[in-house]
């Protein structure tokens, strides 16, 4: 068993009591059913293919005589020890037939082959040999007679078939319903480790990973390791306990068929390893292409407005097509191997062994060794055998979709993560400073370059600088999306890294060029469902940012239904609720990362006009591209290609004329001549 298979096991064994519930209940639904064929197997033989044993006349009738011709006759195997017999007499079938025969040894007639003419019967021995003897047909009614004793018997035998089935889907229901329902109990907590995972991975892992791949293996890749639960091992345990059941079975009816039908369990195996052998390389491939395209899908729907806008959608198709293409190749690939290996195989198989008896039993190799009833017997029990072979057989390409899965599940699993600090901190001032930090994306490409600078409780710093430059990325490391490796920062004193993240986090609001809404509400995407965040405070956010009486004339007004992503609301809406939730939780640290960009001239004044009164007491940090909003900053910063170059107030960056003087010359309408300075 590889890693992945343990790691799957440890997963069932947290529901290790339904698991083994089910298994018993498999085991004595094998017990029982597999109790059928030799109650057949006594049925043919003794009561239905036992009228032609030898009967001997006896005096007087009972429950176990017939009558024929004036005379009362009981089976050889009915007498009891010490009764007296009378003569002998047999009957026997040739063709449809049965007929009368008084007075001979059946050893003499047993074999060979049998026709009547003329009211005598003509035996022809394997050596070529023939005997004749008189016989008399029987009517349906004498024949009758001499099933008559058997009926009662036979009628208990076949209810007690009968109620083994009843007995046998009793406990096939309680194994599956059991088996099924741990299986997705497997699944859901897998599903629910995998999500919470998510939620602990670092941003940097979701940067380097489309967001339609990360689903898929959230969705898709749990959904196969789900049916490797409900159906793969559901079959595979059956299977197996079914196999070894009629194995021992065959042997106690006869060793000899057993042997023949011994060799299946190992080329089941090799069977098994070769298909895994070609099939594990396929399925790499199916699983990965499968993610490419949820990507694609996913990067499709979000980005529609800009393929529509610049007439992208052949060349978006043709790329589709692409993925699609060799998604459907790989397919092929896999459908071709499996219907070389499928249940088409065993019944090939299958039908070999059966001619293979049939012929031997046939040619009498066997001997007396194997009956009628015992070939019945052999026969069913093989049919039974290779119904779960079949089952098997067409799990393995599910067996193998689930093992690649649960590979790509494990390794979003084994990423490394932060887990989820518990507990609360203590709201701190929101002094920050930088002291010569250093940063890099990749090895040997810095965005940052010996940045130092410090903010005290309650000012505002404005990052300004040209794309590129490292606004964002210092507010990256502030919210410990990444963490530094040369120099430190620090809040209130304290270095970052000494600080949970989500502790670190808790006292930080931040407002996004680009808000994100989630299903639901207007004022649960204030609050985000905190409890601590009562109606009040959410109404009290949104006057703040001058956004309540505009909500309010909506029809539902602040509990007005937004649906993915806020896309019936217009970009200043949206960013407005961004700015209510973030005031919301009260943070000692707010930063607004070109939160005003995408807002129209009026919606800017109505925040302007909040934000002079909610930075107080709180440390603000505002990336902006209009100048025009940061005049009021106690500190800006201007950064280029990752250095700081200017620092001070709006009047004294103004006074310099330097690198600030012309971005702020240039918006206001000074020309262009000014940004080289």
Do not use: C
């Amino acid at each position: 068993m590889g890693k992945t298979g343990k790691r799957l096991l440890q997963y069932a064994l947290i529901y290790k009591k339904p698991i083994i519930l089910a298994l018993i209940l498999l085991a004595l639904s094998v017990t029982v059913e597999l109790m059928g064929p030799f109650i057949a197997k006594r049925m043919i033989d003794q009561n239905i293919l036992g009228v032609e044993k030898t009967w001997y006349e006896t005096s007087a009738s009972g429950k176990m005589t017939a009558e024929y011709d004036g005379k009362f006759y009981k089976r050889e195997d009915r007498f009891s020890a010490g009764e007296p017999r009378g003569a002998a007499a047999h009957v026997l079938q040739v063709g449809r037939s049965y007929y009368w025969l008084a007075g001979e040894d059946a050893a003499r007639f047993a074999d060979g082959a049998r026709s009547v003419s003329d009211g005598t019967l003509t035996v022809k021995a394997k050596d070529g040999s023939e005997q004749a003897y008189p016989v008399t047909k029987l009517s349906a009614s004498e024949l009758y007679r001499f099933y008559k004793p058997e009926m009662p018997s036979l009628l208990t035998l076949a209810a007690s078939y009968f109620g083994l089935l009843l007995l046998a889907a009793v406990f096939t229901y309680g194994q599956r319903l059991l088996l099924q329902t741990s299986a997705n109990r497997i699944v859901q907590r897998m599903r629910e480790d995998v999500f919470a995972h998510t939620q602990r991975l670092p941003v940097q892992y979701f940067d380097n990973l489309p967001a339609g791949k990360v689903v898929s293996r959230i969705t898709n890749d749990t959904e196969a390791i789900r049916e490797l639960f409900v159906a793969v091992l559901a079959n595979f345990f059956t299977g197996a306990v079914y196999m070894a059941a009629i194995l021992g079975a065959l042997f106690v009816l006869s060793p000899t068929l057993a042997l023949i039908a011994l060799p299946l369990v190992p080329i089941l195996i090799v069977w098994i390893i070769v298909y895994r052998k070609y099939a594990a390389r396929y399925n790499h491939v199916i699983r990965t292409k499968l993610s490419d395209i949820n990507a694609m899908i996913n990067e499709s729907i979000n980005g529609m407005p800009i393929i529509q806008a610049f007439r992208r959608q052949r060349q978006t198709m043709e790329e589709f097509d692409g993925h699609n293409q060799e998604f459907y190749t790989y397919q092929n690939k896999m459908l071709s191997l499996n219907s070389i290996t499928s249940h088409n195989l065993v019944n090939v198989l299958r039908n070999i062994i059966f001619i293979g008896v049939v012929w031997l039993f046939w040619g009498d190799l066997f001997g007396s060794a194997v009956t009628v009833g015992v070939l019945y017997a052999f026969v069913d029990y093989m049919n039974r055998m290779f119904q779960p072979i079949v089952g098997i057989v067409n799990q393995l390409a599910n067996l193998e979709t689930a093992r690649v899965s649960a590979e790509r599940v494990f390794t979003l699993l084994d990423e490394p993560g932060v887990d989820v600090a518990t507990g609360t901190l203590p709201r701190y001032k929101g002094e920050v400073s930088f002291e010569n930090v250093t940063f890099a994306y990749k090895a040997g490409e810095n965005v940052l370059k010996n940045i130092s600078f410090q903010a005290r409780q309650g000012e505002t710093v404005a990052l300004v600088g040209h794309t590129g430059s490292g606004k964002s990325s210092i507010l990256n490391l502030l919210f410990r999306f990444y963490d530094v490796e040369h120099g430190l920062i620090r809040v209130d004193g304290t270095d970052v890294r000494d600080i949970p993240k989500q502790l670190l986090r808790q006292h930080m609001g931040i407002v996004l060029q680009d808000p994100f809404l989630f299903t639901g509400t207007i004022a649960s995407n204030v609050s985000l469902d905190n409890p601590a965040i009562s109606r009040e405070k959410v109404e009290q956010a949104l006057r703040d940012v001058g956004a309540y009486d505009m909500f309010r004339n909506l029809p539902g007004g602040i509990d007005e239904p937004v649906i993915e992503k806020g896309s019936t609301l217009s970009a200043g809406q949206r960013q407005l609720i961004s700015f209510a939730r973030a005031l919301a939780y009260d943070p000692a640290i707010l930063i607004l990362d070109e939160a005003t960009a995408s807002i129209d001239t009026e919606t800017e004044a109505i925040i302007q006009a909040a934000l002079d009164v909610l930075k107080k007491g709180r440390t603000t940090f505002v990336i902006a591209h209009r100048l025009s909003t940061i005049r009021q900053a106690d500190q800006i910063l201007v950064l280029d290609h990752g250095e700081i170059v200017e620092r001070g107030n709006h009047e004294t960056l103004m006074e310099l004329k330097g690198r600030y003087y012309g971005m702020y010359q240039l918006q206001a309408g000074g020309g262009t001549a000014v940004l080289s300075a």
